[in-house]
């Protein structure tokens, strides 16, 4: 398959690893809303919540509830959306299914953040040491 996210669970790509067990992956978003957004990738490919399994999607709960308090206590974010974008007209750009977990800060803008070098890996490892 041409998918990026499965090119990145494959380890064909590289990718800011957060979180994996054997049915997803946790990764820094490389085009983050805020410093410490997470996606949160079932390693099953489907294109989107209308075709992924029951079963994988009720899998994918546990790790996103404790990857969210990761990112929060993580970042010292005050609030944390919780994000799927289904479809193109939805803003969904890569076609795997994927849930954003986004770090909120009062007064924050919904711009998109860059990362200087080596705040990928130093904001991964805080999010980790928090699981």
């Known amino acids: 398959m041409n998918c990026v996210f499965c090119k990145i669970i494959r380890g064909e790509l590289p990718a800011e690893k957060v979180y994996e067990d054997e049915r997803a992956v946790a990764f820094l978003d490389i085009k983050p809303n805020n410093l410490g957004h997470v996606l949160l990738v079932p390693k099953e490919h489907a294109r989107n919540i209308f075709d992924i399994s029951e079963e994988t999607l009720?899998?994918?709960v546990?790790?996103?509830k404790k990857i969210s308090h990761a990112v929060k206590n993580a970042t010292g974010a005050s609030g944390i959306n919780i994000a799927?974008?289904?479809e193109l007209s939805a803003g969904q750009i890569?076609?795997?299914a994927h849930i954003h977990i986004i770090p909120r800060?009062?007064?924050?803008?919904t711009e998109h953040k860059i990362?200087?070098?080596g705040e990928m890996g130093e904001?991964?490892?805080k999010i980790r040491s928090k699981m």
């Open 115 to 117: 990362y200087r070098d």
């Open 62 to 64: 546990p790790p996103l």
């Open 84 to 86: 799927m974008n289904n």
């Open 58 to 60: 009720c899998k994918l």
């Open 123 to 125: 904001i991964a490892g």
């Open 105 to 109: 800060f009062e007064g924050d803008s």
């Open 94 to 96: 890569i076609f795997h």
